[in-house]
């Protein structure tokens, strides 16, 4: 079996929540109380993405880096 890596953005909401994304996966996306729950959630939604994801687009994909970017007169 193939082994296929990730990269998953987390954030933290207002009540704690934590939720990861896998910005290359269309719809994939969980929450949990903890880091560790939400990991767990996020690969069993994964693996439900990938079922009906072409593999093949995805590993086109190569994570650059994150940047910020502040705006002034918002």
């Known amino acids: 079996?193939?082994?296929?890596?990730?990269?998953v953005y987390i954030e933290q909401d207002e009540d704690g929540i934590?939720?990861?994304?896998i910005p290359f996966v269309p719809s994939c996306y969980a929450q949990?109380?903890?880091?560790?729950?939400?990991?767990?959630?996020?690969?069993?939604?994964?693996?439900?993405?990938?079922?009906?994801?072409?593999?093949?687009?995805i590993q086109k994909h190569h994570f650059i880096g994150i940047q910020n970017l502040k705006l002034s007169h918002v």
Do not use: A
Request: glycine share 6%; with cysteine.
């Open 18 to 21: 934590f939720i990861g994304s």
């Open 32 to 57: 949990g109380k903890t880091q560790e729950e939400m990991i767990k959630n996020l690969e069993n939604v994964l693996k439900l993405c990938l079922r009906n994801t072409n593999k093949t687009e």
């Open 1 to 7: 079996m193939k082994t296929m890596q990730f990269i």
